[in-house]
Nanobody, 121 residues
Framework: VRLVESGGGLVQAGGSLRLSCAAS????????MAWYRQAPGKQRELAAA????????NYADSVKGRFTISRDNAKNTMYLQMISLKPEDTAVYYC???????????????WGQGTLVTVSS
């Protein structure tokens, strides 16, 4: 499985961005998906997560009320709608998913290459 993120860029504080993460491959079934972010000089942290069945979501306190995670299972795509962006949201955003390899029944995980979000003050 390969994950490809898109939608990052430069935005002014208070602005909005929408990130996308598309999964591709063969014979797999995605379970949980999440967005992580890593700011310069800091550890990677969970920003938002969404479960497969039922679509329950979980957010870091710092993004609650401003970020919305969603997914389109038919397209194997996950989104992160970000509004009211702050300079402290500046980071590389990584897509992560857990999936089952249908051929081997193994549970695996994969990361995207990351997309940079820069919020100017």
């Amino acid at each position: 499985v390969r994950l490809v993120e898109s939608g990052g860029g430069l935005v002014q504080a208070g602005g909005s961005l929408r990130l996308s993460c598309a999964a591709s491959g063969s014979a797999f079934s995605i379970t949980d998906m999440a967005w992580y972010r890593q700011a310069p000089g800091k550890q990677r942290e969970l920003a938002a997560a969404i479960a497969s069945a039922g679509g329950s979501t979980n957010y870091a306190d710092s993004v609650k009320g401003r970020f919305t995670i969603s997914r389109d299972n038919a397209k194997n795509t996950m989104y992160l709608q970000m509004i009211s962006l702050k300079p402290e949201d500046t980071a590389v955003y990584y897509c992560h998913c857990r999936f089952v390899d249908i051929m081997t029944s193994k549970w695996l995980e994969v990361w995207g290459q990351g997309t940079l979000v820069t919020v100017s003050s």
